[in-house]
């Protein structure tokens, strides 16, 4: 198979999703916080747009499907245990971080293997690339940092939840 042909112009959309949750992630490590979160806003919008490219042209195929999943995973997943875990320099909620990250990983499996129409079974993982930003930006000057914990069980459950959320 022709990777080239293969690839499709929503899928650099997607990309761009995976590299921003990476680039978060590493810059989180080194304490750059705002610069980090704004990259999990990036990759959001990135993920927002592969969707909205591949529709208006008319492009889906399984190759594009499994890359959103992949980069949606990395960016909504493992990044954002990455940004809390760093704000919070702490191994003592590690279950909230493996189980936010196993419902992420879950949700989007479902989502590949289901045909559902105008809407989503679960909160969308891509919810968590938008809020966790938003709660950092919102207490970043509070000692209010045990809500990403809160906020990480609960996105879990509503990940792996039955509640249908509608598309954008």
Do not use: Q, W
Request: proline share 2%; with cysteine; aromatic share 14%.
């Amino acid at each position: 198979m022709n990777l080239i042909k293969l690839l499709k112009i929503s899928d650099l959309f997607t990309l761009l999703n995976a590299v921003s949750g990476l680039l978060c992630m590493f810059l989180a490590v080194i304490g750059k916080m705002e610069i980090a979160a704004i990259l999990l806003l990036l990759a959001a919008g990135f993920d927002y747009l592969d969707g909205k490219v591949a529709k208006k042209r008319k492009i889906s195929n399984e190759l594009g499907k499994e890359l959103d999943s992949l980069a949606d995973i990395i960016s909504f997943g493992a990044a954002p245990c990455v940004f809390v875990f760093v704000i919070l320099n702490d191994l003592i909620f590690v279950l909230a971080y493996i189980l936010y990250l196993l419902a992420g990983v879950i949700r989007l499996a479902r989502f590949n293997i289901t045909k559902t129409e105008g809407h989503f079974e679960g909160m969308p993982i891509t919810v968590n690339g938008v809020a966790v930003p938003l709660l950092y930006f919102a207490f970043v000057d509070y000692n209010l940092f045990y809500l990403y914990y809160i906020y990480l069980i609960l996105a879990a459950f509503l990940m792996v939840s039955s509640i249908r959320f509608k598309k954008l």
